[in-house]
């Protein structure tokens, strides 16, 4: 049987490890803001707004579900999710 300090040792370790992984995992992109990202307040994001937050074209194209070429709050969560998943490297429409 092992003695007490040395398990007490690994859960220091452990517990170190949590603390510095814990935030860079939680750092990957945020979803952005829908009224951060509305920048002139219309209430509909635009091809360039939404590219201007880092969005992929590709991705409020698949967003975009009634095709007006703008999107609404529904519309944006569903482009902000895809497009994190193309720059992560994920499969794309159609794919």
């Known amino acids: 049987m092992k003695p007490v300090s040395h398990h007490i040792r690994n859960l220091a370790l452990l517990y170190a490890l949590g603390a510095f992984a814990a935030p860079a995992a939680l750092a990957g992109s945020p979803m952005p803001d829908f009224k951060a990202t509305d920048v002139n307040g219309d209430g509909r994001i635009s091809l360039e707004e939404f590219q201007a937050a880092g969005g992929a074209e590709a991705a409020?194209?698949?967003?975009?579900?009634?095709?007006?070429?703008?999107?609404?709050?529904?519309e944006f969560i569903r482009a902000a999710l895809g497009s994190d998943r193309m720059q992560a490297g994920g499969p794309k429409k159609g794919e």
């Open 60 to 74: 409020f194209a698949e967003g975009d579900a009634n095709g007006d070429k703008v999107l609404s709050r529904e």
